[in-house]
């Protein structure tokens, strides 16, 4: 089983719908859990930390499920600027390194 | 604050030809690294450094030597460039302990002919 994995995509998704999209992790000893969120020939940046309660920033909620080891966000009324493509980032439990990058979700909001 | 910077943006290089992808912070990170990103592959650590003086290997290291004089520098060097090597490269710097808020420089494109 790869360390992180995610659905390449494209999710196709119209304007004002809401998404979602998972990740599965596969060392049960990780800890930390995000989502980086990257443009089109731009570098990652960090879009949220994903903690064990859940948590929100706007219209984006991000869900840790450690039983099933699988974090998850949820884009509710999604807008054009949301096109991108969202990494899964867990950290490393071995070795002095902090994270693994899932390959990304490929999201694409159509007017 | 510049944050993490990168240059050259883009070069194109003959096989057999060595450079030194440059990479330098302004925010007194201890931790550095040096990423890949390839269609298909995702970001794949090349080298990293957790502090001045000190690198180790990632997972595709070989071609590569990094080296780290100072906190603020983590340059990359292709030591005989192959067309295997292009590549899109981001450097990246954090914090070494308590939080893994990682930031990435711009990235340089290289092809490697």
């Known amino acids: 089983r790869k360390e992180v994995e995610q659905d390449p995509g494209p999710f196709n998704v119209p304007e004002g719908a809401t998404v979602a999209f998972n990740c599965t992790y596969s060392?049960?000893?990780?800890?930390?859990f995000f989502w980086y969120r990257q443009d089109c020939r731009k570098e990652p940046k960090l879009l949220m930390s994903v903690y064990s309660s859940g948590n929100e920033d706007g219209r984006f909620t991000a869900q840790l499920n450690r039983a099933s080891q699988y974090i998850s966000l949820l884009i509710r009324d999604s807008k054009l600027s949301d096109s991108a493509t969202y990494l899964c980032v867990v950290n490393r439990v071995r070795g002095a390194d902090g994270l693994t990058f899932g390959k990304g979700t490929h999201l694409i909001i159509q007017p | 604050n510049a944050g993490v910077t990168q240059t050259p943006k883009f070069q194109v290089l003959k096989t057999g030809q060595s450079m030194t992808l440059q990479c330098a912070q302004d925010?007194?990170?201890?931790?550095m690294s040096w990423y890949r990103q390839d269609p298909g592959m995702g970001l794949r650590l090349i080298h990293y450094?957790?502090?001045?003086?000190?690198?180790d290997q990632g997972e595709v290291p070989n071609g590569y030597n990094v080296s780290r004089s100072t906190t603020e520098d983590f340059p990359l060097r292709l030591l005989s460039a192959a067309p295997s090597q292009t590549s899109v490269y981001f450097c990246?710097?954090?914090?070494?302990?308590?939080?893994?808020?990682?930031?990435f420089g711009p990235g340089t494109r290289l092809t490697v002919t």
């Open positions: 450094s957790v502090g001045a003086g000190i690198t």
């Open positions: 990246a710097s954090r914090v070494r302990t308590g939080g893994y808020e990682q930031y």
């Open positions: 060392n049960s000893a990780s800890q930390s």
């Open positions: 925010m007194n990170h201890e931790y």
